[in-house]
């Protein structure tokens, strides 16, 4: 059991570059996230999966697109990388709908943008 | 939405003495409260969480407080020890068709030995 699984664990993009980010869960969990996080500022939220074949804005989506490609699978794409979106990314995954539990984190990426 | 305030953002205490930070929230329809330790370099993992029907838990030395009234909850740290040094989170979560979670901007705990 694996839980959250995210790759790249490092990555470097020049400005202007695209990439997408890879999340599966093992879980059979109804929700993905996906999170940036910057000093100082916590956790954000960029978008989020209630459940497959939802997807829906978080607090901080510009400049990123997402892809629900079944339960399992949840991805993050930068299609025109900037220096701002140098930060570290986490994917996570719940139960969701009436079940309140825990988020179950992936462990990471750092991305650079240069 | 919902907001929610964390403090201190570090703190710093003996090795054995006791370590308290707290949380605030906006939104009585928050109904879970979980609480996340972050390592160096790893990711957030869960270390104790409260519902809104209950106002205290304890695990070992660790133990949450809530106050739904006042909105806001704690988390305490007793006899702390050296691997408790982390970035501690806590979250205001409320139900739906996906969790809504709101983070706080963390605590940084350092425990001197």
């Known amino acids: 059991n694996a839980g959250v699984t995210q790759t790249p664990k490092f990555q470097v993009l020049k400005t202007g570059q695209s990439m997408t980010l890879q999340c599966a869960q093992d879980?059979?969990?109804?929700?993905m996230y996906w999170y940036r996080q910057d000093p100082g500022m916590g956790l954000r939220l960029i978008y989020y999966?209630?459940?497959?074949?939802?997807?829906d804005k978080g607090e901080v989506p510009n400049g990123y697109n997402v892809s629900r490609l079944n339960k399992r699978e949840f991805s993050l794409r930068l299609e025109s990388a900037a220096p701002s979106q140098t930060s570290v990314y986490f994917c996570?995954?719940?139960?969701?709908?009436?079940?309140?539990?825990?988020?179950?984190f992936g462990q990471g990426t750092r991305l650079t943008v240069v | 939405g919902e907001n929610v305030e964390q403090h201190p953002s570090t703190l710093s205490v003996q090795e054995g003495d006791s370590a308290v930070i707290k949380c605030t929230y906006s939104?009585?329809?928050?109904?879970?409260f979980p609480w996340y330790k972050q390592e160096l370099g790893k990711r957030p993992q869960l270390i104790i969480d409260i519902r809104s029907n209950v106002g205290e838990k304890k695990d070992q030395r660790i133990a949450v407080t809530l106050n739904k009234t006042a909105k806001h909850f704690s988390l305490h740290i007793t006899e702390t020890q050296p691997e408790d040094s982390a970035v501690y989170f806590c979250a205001a979560t409320q139900s739906g068709g996906y969790q809504k979670v709101t983070f706080g901007t963390g605590t940084k705990l350092q425990v001197i030995p």
């Open positions: 996570a995954s719940s139960e969701g709908g009436a079940s309140v539990t825990e988020a179950f």
């Open positions: 879980m059979n969990h109804n929700s």
């Open positions: 999966s209630a459940s497959e074949g939802t997807t």
């Open positions: 939104d009585s329809a928050s109904n879970y």
